[in-house]
Structures are given as structure tokens and as C-alpha cells.
């Protein structure tokens, strides 16, 4: 494979880099034909798969209402669980899949770019802006306030930020597979971002890349991409990968990653009904 080569690029990314390989912190995970449902802390549900093909053939528009169905079912009788994201790539074959997941009551988000290169592409010794300083964190304490800065650029609400909070502690407490990464100014966390090796692949993942806009354009996020992208060498891996923003995405693209296609998350919350005066 080389370092450009799309074709080559999309097709590890689908044989190494879906189903199983995105759920490492899940609370729990089920088969639903192609389907791997996961469950996380904060009631939340994840949808994935490697093909939407099932044992009686190639994926039809009446084979995909019937999974997405099915799969709304699975979470709809776990009262616990209030938001469902169903993960959709560009360049599957899912005939009738976004009017399946809209007709369900799902929502599409913004698609993001699928990015991948080479990990010494991103790797550069760069000099920081002045007043930056760009460090690992595992304390709680700055894992939500991580996870709160994130949440403000991207516009979550307070229930998702602290579901997710949850996650990322519970998960760096149990297994050794994720690295937390910030950029701070005067103790500030300006810019963010998660490095997760793949286990079994050469791959590694930056994801949750967010910087406060008034901070952007300064070389906060690429300084902060390139010591993760350190990290993943040491580690022993060669490929990065990320689902990239329209900020992020150019930064990669001037550092030689190839998009390979896109990715569009759905979402589905739980409706609440007002309770009885």
C-alpha cells in the first residue's frame, strides 16, 4: 500500500478499521445480522457495520428499512438508552439508507471526511506559538475539562458532554489504549484531541480535534496533530486516520492525508413526554 493510493487506502480502511475495531469502550456490544449495536456509559447507542449485505444477498431498499428497524428496536425497549447514532460512509452500498434513518426519526449531522496518511507526514518537530504549551493528560480533572471545551466548540448539550466525560474516564481507568492531548494558554485548554491506536492494525486514529475559533489559524491544532502523530510512531504504528471537520480537514490535506471518502453520522433522541401536573 502506498501512502496515496486511495483505493488502497479505503479498502484497509474497511478491512481493519470498521465494526469491532470502533467500539473499544463500549459497555456492551450485539451481532444484529451486519450490525454491531454498542452501548456506553451515559445512555448512549452506536451503530456500525462492514456491509450492509445480508445472508440473503446485496443490500435492497426493503432489506435496509427492515435493519434500521430493527436495530431502533434494540434500543427503543432500553429506557436508559436517550441517543442512538447510526455511523453511514459515503461509499457503501445502501440503497434507501438515508430515507430508511430519517423516516425512523433519525437526523443527519454534517458529513466529515474520511482522512488517511502516513503518521510521518503529520510527525513534524514544529515550534510552538508563543504561550502554547502542549501536553498528554490522564488526571479526571483535566479529562473534563477537555471534554468540556470540546463540547463547547462543538455545540453539545450538557447531557452529551457529560456522557461522554463518563466514557472517557471509565475508559482510560480500565484499558491502556487511548491517549488524551492539550494545548493550553496560560493554563487554558485552547485545543484538544484524542490519540486510539487500533489494536491488531498499524493504524491509529486522531479524533474530537477541536480548538476555541478565536485561537485558529495560529498553528495550535497542527502542533497538537503533530505530537500525537509522535506518539503513534512510538508506538508502533504507521497509518493515521481520522473522520475530519471542514476546519480540520485542510490542515490534513496540506500535510499529505488523502481523503477517501465520507462518513455522516444520524442521530436518534429519545422522545420525553412532560410529566402530569
Do not use: C
Not at 466548540?153 to 481507568?173: P, Y
Not at 495550535?220 to 502523530?229: E, K, N, Q
Not at 512510538?234 to 471537520?245: E, P, V
Request: aromatic share 6%; proline share 5%; charged share 30%.
Amino acid at each position: 500500500m502506498t501512502d496515496s493510493d486511495p483505493a488502497a487506502l479505503l479498502a484497509a480502511y474497511d478491512a481493519q478499521l470498521r465494526r469491532d475495531a470502533e467500539v473499544p469502550s463500549a459497555l456492551s456490544t450485539v451481532e444484529m445480522g451486519p450490525l454491531l449495536l454498542a452501548t456506553y456509559l451515559g445512555g448512549r447507542g452506536f451503530i456500525t457495520y462492514r456491509t450492509l449485505e445480508t445472508e440473503d444477498g446485496p443490500a435492497t431498499e426493503e432489506s435496509v428499512r427492515t435493519l434500521v428497524a430493527a436495530a431502533l428496536a434494540h434500543y427503543a425497549d432500553q429506557p436508559e438508552i436517550r441517543r442512538v447514532e447510526w455511523k453511514t460512509r459515503g461509499h457503501d452500498h445502501a440503497p434507501g439508507l438515508h430515507d430508511a434513518l430519517v423516516s425512523a426519526g433519525f437526523e443527519p449531522d454534517e458529513p466529515e471526511s474520511i482522512m488517511i496518511g502516513d503518521a510521518s507526514l503529520l510527525a513534524l518537530d514544529l515550534e510552538l506559538p508563543d504561550g502554547v504549551t502542549v501536553r498528554q493528560v490522564t488526571d479526571e480533572s483535566d479529562v473534563r475539562a477537555m471534554v468540556a471545551m470540546t463540547g463547547e466548540v462543538f455545540g453539545d448539550d450538557e447531557e452529551t458532554t457529560a456522557g461522554m466525560a463518563e466514557a472517557l474516564i471509565q475508559r482510560l481507568r480500565t484499558r491502556d489504549d487511548m491517549e488524551m492531548w492539550v494545548a493550553e494558554i496560560d493554563g487554558e485548554i485552547v485545543s484538544a484531541g484524542r490519540l486510539e491506536p487500533v489494536e491488531g492494525t498499524d493504524f491509529a486514529g486522531i479524533w474530537g480535534g477541536a480548538t476555541r475559533p478565536e485561537h485558529r489559524g495560529r498553528g495550535i491544532y497542527r502542533a497538537l496533530t503533530a505530537a500525537r502523530a509522535r506518539s503513534a510512531i512510538a508506538r508502533g504504528k504507521r497509518w493515521i486516520n481520522s473522520d475530519s471537520t471542514e476546519f480540520s480537514r485542510p490542515i490534513l490535506e496540506r500535510s499529505g492525508l488523502v481523503k477517501v471518502s465520507t462518513t455522516t453520522p444520524y442521530e436518534w433522541t429519545r422522545s420525553t413526554t412532560p410529566a402530569e401536573d
